[in-house]
Protein backbone atom coordinates (compact mmCIF):
# COMPACT_ATOMS: atom_id res chain seq x y z
CA UNK A 1 0.00 0.00 0.00
CA UNK A 2 1.40 3.16 -1.35
CA UNK A 3 1.55 5.51 2.20
CA UNK A 4 1.06 9.16 2.53
CA UNK A 5 5.03 9.98 2.53
CA UNK A 6 5.91 7.79 -0.79
CA UNK A 7 3.20 10.34 -2.34
CA UNK A 8 4.43 13.23 -1.17
CA UNK A 9 8.35 12.50 -1.55
CA UNK A 10 7.58 11.74 -5.63
CA UNK A 11 5.39 14.77 -6.23
CA UNK A 12 7.81 16.84 -3.81
CA UNK A 13 10.94 16.04 -3.30
CA UNK A 14 11.84 19.27 -1.75
CA UNK A 15 11.35 19.70 2.04
CA UNK A 16 8.10 20.78 2.80
CA UNK A 17 7.78 24.58 4.25
CA UNK A 18 5.23 23.65 6.96
CA UNK A 19 3.45 20.82 8.80
CA UNK A 20 -0.55 21.50 9.87
CA UNK A 21 -1.47 21.17 13.51
CA UNK A 22 -3.56 21.56 16.02
CA UNK A 23 -8.20 21.66 15.22
CA UNK A 24 -8.41 21.10 11.76
CA UNK A 25 -11.68 21.93 9.83
CA UNK A 26 -12.86 21.17 6.29
CA UNK A 27 -12.88 24.93 4.95
CA UNK A 28 -9.22 26.03 7.01
CA UNK A 29 -6.04 25.56 8.55
CA UNK A 30 -3.23 26.81 10.72
CA UNK A 31 0.11 25.45 9.95
CA UNK A 32 3.30 25.68 11.10
CA UNK A 33 5.92 27.82 8.79
CA UNK A 34 9.90 27.34 7.98
CA UNK A 35 9.96 29.48 4.89
CA UNK A 36 9.73 33.47 6.10
CA UNK A 37 9.30 34.56 2.32
CA UNK A 38 5.69 33.55 2.92
CA UNK A 39 3.18 36.02 2.48
CA UNK A 40 -0.69 36.38 2.87
CA UNK A 41 -2.31 35.61 -0.39
CA UNK A 42 0.46 33.41 -1.59
CA UNK A 43 -0.45 29.52 -2.00
CA UNK A 44 0.23 26.22 -0.80
CA UNK A 45 -0.25 22.52 -1.44
CA UNK A 46 -1.12 19.90 1.00
CA UNK A 47 -2.19 16.34 0.59
CA UNK A 48 -5.96 15.37 1.66
CA UNK A 49 -6.73 11.85 2.49
CA UNK A 50 -9.39 11.03 0.20
CA UNK A 51 -9.15 14.20 -2.53
CA UNK A 52 -5.36 13.95 -3.01
CA UNK A 53 -3.59 17.04 -3.55
CA UNK A 54 -5.72 20.16 -2.75
CA UNK A 55 -4.74 24.07 -2.95
CA UNK A 56 -4.90 26.26 -0.41
CA UNK A 57 -4.14 30.15 0.27
CA UNK A 58 -2.52 31.73 3.07
CA UNK A 59 -5.13 34.12 4.67
CA UNK A 60 -3.38 34.99 8.16
CA UNK A 61 0.08 35.48 9.38
CA UNK A 62 1.17 36.09 13.04
CA UNK A 63 4.81 35.51 15.23
CA UNK A 64 3.68 33.70 18.27
CA UNK A 65 6.53 34.24 20.73
CA UNK A 66 7.22 33.19 24.51
CA UNK A 67 7.96 36.99 25.53
CA UNK A 68 5.41 38.48 27.62
CA UNK A 69 5.14 41.71 29.68
CA UNK A 70 7.71 41.27 31.63
CA UNK A 71 10.42 40.30 29.17
CA UNK A 72 9.79 43.18 27.29
CA UNK A 73 10.54 45.46 30.30
CA UNK A 74 13.50 43.64 30.48
CA UNK A 75 14.46 43.70 27.26
CA UNK A 76 13.30 47.83 27.30
CA UNK A 77 15.69 48.23 30.12
CA UNK A 78 18.98 46.33 28.34
CA UNK A 79 18.86 43.08 29.84
CA UNK A 80 19.32 40.07 27.55
CA UNK A 81 16.91 37.55 27.63
CA UNK A 82 16.47 34.79 24.65
CA UNK A 83 13.63 34.49 23.26
CA UNK A 84 11.70 32.02 20.67
CA UNK A 85 8.78 32.87 17.86
CA UNK A 86 6.96 30.72 15.23
CA UNK A 87 5.65 31.04 12.17
CA UNK A 88 1.92 30.79 12.45
CA UNK A 89 -0.33 30.63 8.85
CA UNK A 90 -3.70 29.82 8.55
CA UNK A 91 -4.64 28.50 5.41
CA UNK A 92 -7.70 28.88 3.48
CA UNK A 93 -8.74 25.90 1.76
CA UNK A 94 -9.60 26.29 -1.75
CA UNK A 95 -9.59 22.84 -3.58
CA UNK A 96 -8.81 20.85 -6.77
CA UNK A 97 -10.35 20.36 -10.45
CA UNK A 98 -12.31 17.48 -10.97
CA UNK A 99 -12.02 15.39 -14.08
CA UNK A 100 -15.15 17.18 -15.68
CA UNK A 101 -12.68 20.87 -14.34
CA UNK A 102 -14.96 21.97 -11.74
CA UNK A 103 -13.16 23.03 -8.58
CA UNK A 104 -14.22 20.93 -5.87
CA UNK A 105 -13.69 22.01 -2.24
CA UNK A 106 -13.10 19.10 0.36
CA UNK A 107 -16.23 18.31 2.65
CA UNK A 108 -13.33 16.95 4.99
CA UNK A 109 -10.05 18.06 6.72
CA UNK A 110 -6.61 16.90 5.97
CA UNK A 111 -4.86 15.27 8.73
CA UNK A 112 -2.88 17.20 11.69
CA UNK A 113 0.79 16.61 10.93
CA UNK A 114 0.32 16.72 7.25
CA UNK A 115 3.44 18.00 5.65
CA UNK A 116 2.70 21.91 3.53
CA UNK A 117 4.47 22.44 0.11
CA UNK A 118 4.70 25.31 -2.36
CA UNK A 119 3.12 24.21 -5.68
CA UNK A 120 4.66 24.40 -9.26
CA UNK A 121 3.12 26.44 -11.89
CA UNK A 122 0.74 23.97 -13.05
CA UNK A 123 -1.34 22.99 -10.33
CA UNK A 124 -2.31 26.80 -9.36
CA UNK A 125 -3.26 27.48 -12.98
CA UNK A 126 -5.35 24.54 -13.31
CA UNK A 127 -7.06 25.25 -9.49
CA UNK A 128 -7.50 28.20 -10.21
CA UNK A 129 -8.66 28.52 -13.74
CA UNK A 130 -5.50 30.47 -14.99
CA UNK A 131 -5.19 28.31 -17.96
CA UNK A 132 -5.65 30.73 -21.05
CA UNK A 133 -2.48 31.93 -22.26
CA UNK A 134 -2.47 35.59 -23.91
CA UNK A 135 -2.86 34.15 -27.42
CA UNK A 136 -6.65 32.89 -26.36
CA UNK A 137 -6.71 35.51 -23.35
CA UNK A 138 -6.97 38.96 -22.16
CA UNK A 139 -3.37 39.59 -20.62
CA UNK A 140 -3.84 41.64 -17.80
CA UNK A 141 -0.83 40.92 -15.41
CA UNK A 142 1.26 38.54 -13.10
CA UNK A 143 -0.15 37.01 -10.73
CA UNK A 144 1.47 38.62 -7.20
CA UNK A 145 5.03 37.54 -6.41
CA UNK A 146 4.88 35.04 -9.31
CA UNK A 147 6.12 35.10 -12.75
CA UNK A 148 2.51 33.81 -13.74
CA UNK A 149 0.96 35.31 -16.79
CA UNK A 150 -3.13 36.17 -15.56
CA UNK A 151 -5.58 36.05 -18.36
CA UNK A 152 -9.14 36.67 -18.38
CA UNK A 153 -11.68 35.53 -20.76
CA UNK A 154 -12.26 38.87 -23.19
CA UNK A 155 -15.97 37.19 -24.15
CA UNK A 156 -16.85 36.34 -20.97
CA UNK A 157 -15.96 40.07 -19.62
CA UNK A 158 -18.32 40.98 -22.48
CA UNK A 159 -21.03 38.90 -22.00
CA UNK A 160 -20.90 39.21 -18.01
CA UNK A 161 -19.86 43.49 -17.53
CA UNK A 162 -16.95 44.45 -15.25
CA UNK A 163 -16.18 46.80 -12.86
CA UNK A 164 -12.70 48.72 -12.00
CA UNK A 165 -12.66 50.28 -8.57
CA UNK A 166 -10.43 52.66 -6.83
CA UNK A 167 -9.57 55.53 -4.97
CA UNK A 168 -8.82 58.21 -6.71
CA UNK A 169 -4.97 58.19 -8.07
CA UNK A 170 -4.89 54.35 -7.95
CA UNK A 171 -4.85 53.37 -10.97
CA UNK A 172 -8.22 52.34 -12.32
CA UNK A 173 -8.00 54.15 -16.16
CA UNK A 174 -4.91 53.01 -16.01
CA UNK A 175 -6.27 49.39 -15.67
CA UNK A 176 -9.10 50.13 -17.94
CA UNK A 177 -6.54 51.05 -20.58
CA UNK A 178 -5.02 48.16 -20.28
CA UNK A 179 -8.43 45.85 -20.70
CA UNK A 180 -9.17 48.11 -23.87
CA UNK A 181 -5.89 47.18 -24.94
CA UNK A 182 -6.54 43.61 -25.12
CA UNK A 183 -10.01 44.12 -26.10
CA UNK A 184 -9.18 45.33 -29.53
CA UNK A 185 -6.04 42.85 -30.10
CA UNK A 186 -9.45 40.40 -29.77
CA UNK A 187 -11.00 42.83 -32.56
CA UNK A 188 -14.07 43.19 -29.92
CA UNK A 189 -15.16 47.05 -30.81
CA UNK A 190 -15.46 49.34 -27.83
CA UNK A 191 -17.24 52.65 -27.02
CA UNK A 192 -15.62 55.12 -24.51
CA UNK A 193 -17.53 57.64 -22.72
CA UNK A 194 -14.75 59.82 -21.81
CA UNK A 195 -15.19 62.61 -18.95
CA UNK A 196 -11.80 63.90 -18.79
CA UNK A 197 -10.58 63.41 -22.44
CA UNK A 198 -7.99 60.60 -20.90
CA UNK A 199 -8.39 58.30 -23.53
CA UNK A 200 -7.37 59.76 -26.63
CA UNK A 201 -3.85 58.67 -25.33
CA UNK A 202 -4.40 55.72 -26.42
CA UNK A 203 -3.74 56.31 -29.98
CA UNK A 204 0.18 57.36 -29.05
CA UNK A 205 2.77 54.48 -27.82
CA UNK A 206 3.99 54.25 -24.24
CA UNK A 207 7.09 55.76 -24.51
CA UNK A 208 7.30 56.77 -20.67
CA UNK A 209 10.98 56.16 -19.60
CA UNK A 210 9.88 54.29 -16.05
CA UNK A 211 7.58 52.54 -18.17
CA UNK A 212 9.91 51.16 -20.35
CA UNK A 213 12.05 49.60 -18.18
CA UNK A 214 9.22 47.65 -16.93
CA UNK A 215 8.20 46.30 -20.62
CA UNK A 216 10.31 43.39 -20.48
CA UNK A 217 9.37 41.84 -17.16
CA UNK A 218 5.71 41.87 -18.61
CA UNK A 219 6.80 41.06 -22.38
CA UNK A 220 5.28 43.97 -24.00
CA UNK A 221 6.58 46.96 -26.30
CA UNK A 222 5.21 50.45 -26.91
CA UNK A 223 2.23 50.53 -29.20
CA UNK A 224 -0.14 53.38 -30.48
CA UNK A 225 -3.87 52.04 -31.48
CA UNK A 226 -4.07 55.28 -33.84
CA UNK A 227 -5.51 52.84 -36.62
CA UNK A 228 -8.20 51.65 -34.39
CA UNK A 229 -9.64 55.06 -32.42
CA UNK A 230 -12.36 56.97 -33.20
CA UNK A 231 -12.68 60.40 -31.18
CA UNK A 232 -16.93 61.97 -31.08
CA UNK A 233 -18.13 64.86 -29.51
CA UNK A 234 -21.83 66.35 -28.17
CA UNK A 235 -20.62 69.78 -29.25
CA UNK A 236 -19.36 71.76 -31.95
CA UNK A 237 -15.76 70.51 -32.92
CA UNK A 238 -13.28 72.92 -31.88
CA UNK A 239 -10.55 74.19 -34.71
CA UNK A 240 -7.29 72.16 -33.70
CA UNK A 241 -9.05 69.98 -30.96
CA UNK A 242 -8.63 67.05 -32.69
CA UNK A 243 -11.84 65.52 -32.74
CA UNK A 244 -12.62 63.53 -35.47
CA UNK A 245 -16.47 64.02 -35.68
CA UNK A 246 -19.59 65.53 -33.76
CA UNK A 247 -21.32 63.01 -32.99
CA UNK A 248 -25.26 63.30 -34.45
CA UNK A 249 -28.35 62.34 -32.49
CA UNK A 250 -31.86 61.83 -33.40
CA UNK A 251 -35.07 60.98 -31.58
CA UNK A 252 -36.62 58.79 -34.45
CA UNK A 253 -36.14 55.59 -32.30
CA UNK A 254 -37.76 57.47 -29.11
CA UNK A 255 -41.00 57.28 -28.16
CA UNK A 256 -42.96 59.97 -25.71
CA UNK A 257 -42.05 58.24 -22.45
CA UNK A 258 -38.31 58.36 -23.50
CA UNK A 259 -38.37 62.52 -24.66
CA UNK A 260 -40.18 63.10 -21.27
CA UNK A 261 -36.99 61.28 -19.29
CA UNK A 262 -34.71 63.27 -21.08
CA UNK A 263 -36.87 66.22 -20.25
CA UNK A 264 -36.73 65.39 -16.38
CA UNK A 265 -41.10 65.30 -16.87
CA UNK A 266 -43.15 62.66 -14.77
CA UNK A 267 -45.12 60.66 -17.24
CA UNK A 268 -48.30 61.75 -16.53
CA UNK A 269 -50.47 64.47 -16.15
CA UNK A 270 -51.32 67.04 -19.12
CA UNK A 271 -48.15 67.79 -20.23
CA UNK A 272 -47.48 64.45 -20.95
CA UNK A 273 -50.53 63.81 -22.91
CA UNK A 274 -49.62 66.95 -25.55
CA UNK A 275 -46.28 64.83 -26.36
CA UNK A 276 -48.13 61.60 -26.71
CA UNK A 277 -50.25 63.50 -28.83
CA UNK A 278 -48.35 65.03 -30.88
CA UNK A 279 -45.36 62.38 -31.33
CA UNK A 280 -48.67 59.76 -32.69
CA UNK A 281 -49.51 62.64 -34.93
CA UNK A 282 -46.21 63.13 -36.53
CA UNK A 283 -45.13 59.29 -36.77
CA UNK A 284 -48.84 58.68 -38.50
CA UNK A 285 -47.68 61.03 -40.96
CA UNK A 286 -43.87 60.75 -40.75
CA UNK A 287 -43.44 57.20 -40.03
CA UNK A 288 -39.78 56.76 -38.51
CA UNK A 289 -38.38 59.74 -40.72
CA UNK A 290 -39.24 62.21 -37.52
CA UNK A 291 -37.21 64.96 -36.67
CA UNK A 292 -36.83 66.98 -33.36
CA UNK A 293 -38.26 69.95 -35.08
CA UNK A 294 -41.03 68.09 -36.00
CA UNK A 295 -42.44 67.15 -32.62
CA UNK A 296 -41.56 70.54 -31.53
CA UNK A 297 -44.20 71.54 -34.44
CA UNK A 298 -46.75 69.51 -33.49
CA UNK A 299 -46.48 69.89 -30.06
CA UNK A 300 -46.92 74.06 -30.63
CA UNK A 301 -49.92 73.31 -32.63
CA UNK A 302 -51.66 72.35 -29.66
CA UNK A 303 -54.28 74.48 -28.30
CA UNK A 304 -53.87 72.55 -24.54
CA UNK A 305 -51.80 75.29 -22.48
CA UNK A 306 -49.89 72.05 -20.55
CA UNK A 307 -47.84 72.23 -24.12
CA UNK A 308 -45.54 74.91 -22.74
CA UNK A 309 -43.45 72.79 -20.02
CA UNK A 310 -42.92 70.07 -22.82
CA UNK A 311 -42.48 72.80 -25.65
CA UNK A 312 -39.70 74.54 -23.00
CA UNK A 313 -37.62 70.80 -22.80
CA UNK A 314 -38.22 70.12 -26.07
CA UNK A 315 -36.56 72.98 -27.39
CA UNK A 316 -33.35 73.00 -24.58
CA UNK A 317 -32.73 69.26 -26.39
CA UNK A 318 -32.86 71.26 -29.58
CA UNK A 319 -29.95 73.18 -28.31
CA UNK A 320 -27.42 70.42 -27.88
CA UNK A 321 -25.05 70.20 -31.12
CA UNK A 322 -25.44 66.24 -31.15
CA UNK A 323 -29.25 67.42 -31.75
CA UNK A 324 -28.34 69.51 -34.59
CA UNK A 325 -25.83 67.54 -36.33
CA UNK A 326 -26.61 64.93 -39.25
CA UNK A 327 -27.08 61.48 -37.16
CA UNK A 328 -24.26 59.59 -37.04
CA UNK A 329 -24.88 55.63 -38.03
CA UNK A 330 -24.87 53.09 -35.30
CA UNK A 331 -22.48 51.38 -37.70
CA UNK A 332 -19.84 54.20 -37.77
CA UNK A 333 -19.58 53.77 -33.50
CA UNK A 334 -19.69 50.85 -33.45
CA UNK A 335 -17.73 48.14 -35.71
CA UNK A 336 -15.41 45.32 -35.42
CA UNK A 337 -11.99 46.80 -34.27
CA UNK A 338 -12.52 49.73 -33.50
CA UNK A 339 -12.51 52.10 -30.34
CA UNK A 340 -14.92 54.68 -30.33
CA UNK A 341 -14.57 57.58 -27.79
CA UNK A 342 -16.86 59.95 -26.97
CA UNK A 343 -15.24 62.99 -25.48
CA UNK A 344 -17.32 64.93 -23.37
CA UNK A 345 -15.01 67.43 -20.95
CA UNK A 346 -16.16 70.55 -22.80
CA UNK A 347 -20.12 69.39 -22.53
CA UNK A 348 -21.97 71.56 -19.91
CA UNK A 349 -23.35 68.59 -17.47
CA UNK A 350 -27.02 68.32 -18.85
CA UNK A 351 -25.59 67.48 -22.47
CA UNK A 352 -23.58 64.59 -20.73
CA UNK A 353 -26.57 63.31 -19.21
CA UNK A 354 -29.34 63.90 -22.09
CA UNK A 355 -26.61 62.81 -25.01
CA UNK A 356 -25.33 60.15 -23.08
CA UNK A 357 -28.80 58.83 -22.37
CA UNK A 358 -30.18 59.08 -26.40
CA UNK A 359 -26.73 57.68 -27.57
CA UNK A 360 -26.95 54.67 -25.42
CA UNK A 361 -30.82 53.77 -26.01
CA UNK A 362 -29.64 53.72 -29.89
CA UNK A 363 -26.78 52.01 -29.43
CA UNK A 364 -28.63 49.35 -27.02
CA UNK A 365 -31.63 48.78 -29.89
CA UNK A 366 -29.27 48.69 -32.22
CA UNK A 367 -27.61 45.53 -30.99
CA UNK A 368 -30.65 44.16 -29.81
CA UNK A 369 -31.63 43.92 -33.74
CA UNK A 370 -28.15 42.98 -34.55
CA UNK A 371 -26.98 45.97 -36.76
CA UNK A 372 -23.83 46.30 -34.98
CA UNK A 373 -21.73 43.39 -33.31
CA UNK A 374 -21.05 42.95 -29.90
CA UNK A 375 -18.88 45.57 -28.10
CA UNK A 376 -17.90 46.37 -24.74
CA UNK A 377 -19.36 49.93 -23.01
CA UNK A 378 -17.04 52.06 -20.96
CA UNK A 379 -18.14 54.65 -18.55
CA UNK A 380 -15.82 56.15 -16.63
CA UNK A 381 -17.32 58.16 -13.37
CA UNK A 382 -20.17 55.79 -13.34
CA UNK A 383 -20.96 57.47 -9.89
CA UNK A 384 -22.28 60.44 -12.14
CA UNK A 385 -24.01 58.27 -15.03
CA UNK A 386 -25.76 55.43 -12.27
CA UNK A 387 -26.04 57.06 -8.99
CA UNK A 388 -26.78 54.78 -5.60
CA UNK A 389 -29.35 57.96 -4.92
CA UNK A 390 -30.24 61.25 -6.65
CA UNK A 391 -31.89 61.88 -10.07
CA UNK A 392 -29.35 61.00 -13.20
CA UNK A 393 -31.12 60.53 -16.52
CA UNK A 394 -28.60 57.75 -18.11
CA UNK A 395 -29.60 55.52 -14.87
CA UNK A 396 -32.72 54.04 -16.41
CA UNK A 397 -30.90 52.64 -19.42
CA UNK A 398 -27.85 51.58 -17.92
CA UNK A 399 -30.03 49.58 -15.69
CA UNK A 400 -30.90 47.91 -18.55
CA UNK A 401 -27.51 47.48 -20.13
CA UNK A 402 -26.57 45.77 -16.92
CA UNK A 403 -29.80 43.60 -16.41
CA UNK A 404 -30.19 42.69 -19.78
CA UNK A 405 -27.06 43.53 -22.07
CA UNK A 406 -25.73 40.10 -21.39
CA UNK A 407 -28.11 38.26 -23.27
CA UNK A 408 -27.28 40.54 -26.67
CA UNK A 409 -24.03 40.75 -26.27
CA UNK A 410 -23.23 44.65 -25.04
CA UNK A 411 -21.05 44.33 -22.47
CA UNK A 412 -20.92 47.18 -19.85
CA UNK A 413 -16.88 48.09 -17.99
CA UNK A 414 -18.27 50.78 -15.45
CA UNK A 415 -14.90 52.52 -13.75
CA UNK A 416 -15.64 54.47 -10.09
CA UNK A 417 -13.88 55.90 -7.36
CA UNK A 418 -16.41 55.74 -5.27
CA UNK A 419 -18.35 52.53 -5.65
CA UNK A 420 -20.75 53.31 -2.54
CA UNK A 421 -22.06 55.92 -4.99
CA UNK A 422 -23.24 53.51 -7.87
CA UNK A 423 -26.44 51.94 -8.06
CA UNK A 424 -26.02 48.42 -6.19
CA UNK A 425 -28.45 47.40 -9.14
CA UNK A 426 -25.54 48.21 -11.89
CA UNK A 427 -22.88 47.09 -9.58
CA UNK A 428 -23.95 43.70 -8.28
CA UNK A 429 -24.39 42.57 -12.28
CA UNK A 430 -20.63 42.93 -13.03
CA UNK A 431 -19.16 39.41 -13.24
CA UNK A 432 -15.55 40.47 -13.18
CA UNK A 433 -14.18 42.85 -10.64
CA UNK A 434 -10.63 44.43 -10.94
CA UNK A 435 -10.33 46.54 -7.15
CA UNK A 436 -7.18 48.50 -6.30
CA UNK A 437 -6.91 50.79 -3.08
CA UNK A 438 -9.57 51.86 -1.20
CA UNK A 439 -9.45 53.69 1.93
CA UNK A 440 -13.02 55.07 2.54
CA UNK A 441 -15.24 52.64 5.11
CA UNK A 442 -18.58 53.18 2.68
CA UNK A 443 -16.83 52.64 -0.47
CA UNK A 444 -15.39 49.48 1.03
CA UNK A 445 -18.18 48.15 2.73
CA UNK A 446 -19.94 48.55 -0.71
CA UNK A 447 -17.51 46.72 -2.60
CA UNK A 448 -17.48 43.45 0.07
CA UNK A 449 -21.53 43.68 0.02
CA UNK A 450 -22.02 43.50 -3.83
CA UNK A 451 -18.60 41.14 -5.22
CA UNK A 452 -19.11 37.52 -4.76
CA UNK A 453 -16.08 36.01 -3.07
CA UNK A 454 -14.65 38.95 -0.99
CA UNK A 455 -14.73 38.41 2.05
CA UNK A 456 -15.13 41.27 5.16
CA UNK A 457 -11.17 40.23 5.97
CA UNK A 458 -10.06 41.09 2.72
CA UNK A 459 -11.14 44.86 3.70
CA UNK A 460 -8.14 45.69 5.35
CA UNK A 461 -5.90 43.78 2.11
CA UNK A 462 -8.09 46.55 0.08
CA UNK A 463 -6.43 48.85 1.95
CA UNK A 464 -3.24 48.01 2.31
CA UNK A 465 -2.62 47.20 -1.82
CA UNK A 466 -0.26 48.97 -3.25
CA UNK A 467 -0.27 51.21 -6.37
CA UNK A 468 -0.01 48.80 -9.80
CA UNK A 469 -1.43 46.08 -7.48
CA UNK A 470 -5.34 44.49 -7.62
CA UNK A 471 -7.48 42.18 -6.71
CA UNK A 472 -9.11 40.04 -9.63
CA UNK A 473 -12.47 38.33 -8.89
CA UNK A 474 -14.35 36.75 -11.50
CA UNK A 475 -13.02 36.30 -14.67
CA UNK A 476 -13.62 33.16 -14.84
CA UNK A 477 -11.00 32.46 -12.06
CA UNK A 478 -12.16 30.64 -9.26
CA UNK A 479 -10.85 32.48 -5.98
CA UNK A 480 -9.95 36.55 -5.52
CA UNK A 481 -6.37 36.72 -6.62
CA UNK A 482 -3.54 39.06 -6.49
CA UNK A 483 -2.67 40.76 -9.62
CA UNK A 484 0.39 43.29 -10.58
CA UNK A 485 -1.36 44.49 -13.47
CA UNK A 486 0.87 45.04 -16.86
CA UNK A 487 2.59 47.61 -18.20
CA UNK A 488 0.55 49.45 -21.03
CA UNK A 489 1.30 49.44 -24.43
CA UNK A 490 -0.36 52.71 -25.23
CA UNK A 491 0.71 55.75 -23.40
CA UNK A 492 -1.65 56.65 -20.30
CA UNK A 493 -3.63 59.89 -20.55
CA UNK A 494 -5.21 59.99 -16.66
CA UNK A 495 -2.15 61.10 -14.89
CA UNK A 496 -2.61 64.21 -12.57
CA UNK A 497 -0.63 67.23 -13.36
CA UNK A 498 2.81 68.10 -11.52
CA UNK A 499 1.95 71.33 -10.21
CA UNK A 500 5.59 72.03 -8.78
CA UNK A 501 6.60 71.97 -13.06
CA UNK A 502 4.10 73.67 -14.23
CA UNK A 503 4.46 76.36 -11.05
CA UNK A 504 7.93 76.59 -12.52
CA UNK A 505 7.35 76.64 -16.18
CA UNK A 506 5.38 79.48 -15.50
CA UNK A 507 7.78 81.61 -13.61
Given amino acids: METGHAREDERHPEPPVGVVYGNVSSSSFRCILSDPSIKEMDHVEV ?19 D ?23 TIKVIGRRNEEGRLIRPLTPVL ?37 DVCIDPYQAVGNHVSIIAKTGSGKSYVCGVL ?32 FRRMSRFG ?20 GSGIDVRLGLDVASMNAEDLLDLMGLRNVGPGSSVLYSAMRKVK ?45 PVTQIVSKGRITIVEMKDAPLDTQQIGAAVLLKKLFHARKEGLI ?15 QSGPAITSPILRSIASEGRKFGMGLLIVSQRPAKVDKNVLSQCGTQIILKLTNPNDIKA ?11 MADEIQRLPVGVAILVGGGISEPILVEVRTRMTRHGGGGVDILRDLEMRG
Fill in 373 to 387: PPFMLVVEEAHHFCP
Fill in 447 to 457: VIASVEGLTTR
Fill in 47 to 65: HHPVEGWILGKVDDLELRS
Fill in 180 to 211: VEELNRHGIPVVILDLHGEYRSLMSPNIDEDE
Fill in 112 to 148: PSSSVYLPDEEPVREVLGLGLSRENGAYVGKLFNTGM
Fill in 284 to 328: DILGDDVELYDIISAVEADANPAKWNVLSGLEHIQRIDAFNAPPT
Fill in 67 to 89: VDAGDAALLLSGRERSSDYRRIA
Fill in 220 to 239: VSPRGLADSVSIFSFSAETP
